[in-house]
C-alpha cells in the first residue's frame, strides 16, 4: 500500500460556498458538466470552472513538493492522467526543465485549447484503457479525476495508473470521514460517480492492488 500524504498541501484553496453550489444544481447541470466540454471549463460556474486560464499561482507552488516527494529531475518521464488544458504540466516544464511530459484526457475540448507550448505532449483518451506500453513512466499522477469514473472504471484507472508507472504515483480522489463531509461531499459534486468514505477507497486500493500515494479532495 502507498503512503496517505498531501502532497496537494501548497495548491490555493479557495473559499467556496458548498450549500448554496449544491443547491442550484439540477440533474441537467450534472449531466453537461460530466461531458467535459466547453460548459465545463469555459463556461456558466453552475456547470463547471466558470473560466478555466492559466495561472502561475495554482501549480507553481505545488510542483517542488512533487519534485521533492518522488526525487524528480530533468532525466525524469511524468504522465498527468486528466491534464484537462495542461497547466500542470506546463508548470512541470518550466520549473524542471527538460523533464518528460505526456498528459491524457477524455476532454477533446481541454485538449484542443490547452497551452500551445506542450500541446504535443498532450492526447484524447481514457483514464481506464491508457494507450501506453507498461512502466512508460518513472511518476504518474491523476489529480481530481478518476472518481469520475464509475466504480469498476476507477479500478481499472489505478491499474493503468499502477501498469504504467516504474517509480511511483499519486492520485486524489473525491471523499469523506465522517456524515457531515459526505453531505458537503454530495452538495459540492458536480462530475464524480465513485465517492467514498477514506477508508473504503484503502480497503479498495488493496482490491485492485494500487500501490502507489494518494490523497483526498474534500470540500
Ligand atoms: C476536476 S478536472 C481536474 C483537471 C486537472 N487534473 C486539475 O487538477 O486541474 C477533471 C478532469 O478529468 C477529466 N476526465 C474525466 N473523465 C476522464 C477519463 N475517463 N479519462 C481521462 N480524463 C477524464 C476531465 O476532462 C477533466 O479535465
Known sequence: MGEEIDLMINYPRSKRNVEDRGAKKTPEDRELARQFGEAFFDGHRDHGYGGFSYNPRFWEPVIPTFQSHFNLTSQDEILDVGCAK??????????????????????????????????????????????????????????TTIHNLELEQCGKALQELERVSRRGSFVTLDAYRNDEEKERMESWNLTAKTMMHVDEWKKFFLDVGYTGDYYWFIP
Not at 102 to 130: F, N, P, Q, T
Open 86 to 143: 495542461g497547466f500542470m504540466l506546463y508548470d512541470f516544464q518550466r520549473l524542471i526543465p527538460g523533464i518528460g511530459l505526456k498528459g491524457i484526457d477524455i476532454s477533446e475540448y481541454a485538449i484542443a485549447h490547452s497551452i500551445e507550448s506542450i500541446k504535443d505532449c498532450l492526447r484524447v483518451g481514457d483514464a481506464a484503457d491508457l494507450p501506453y506500453d507498461d512502466n512508460s513512466f518513472d511518476v504518474s499522477i491523476s489529480i
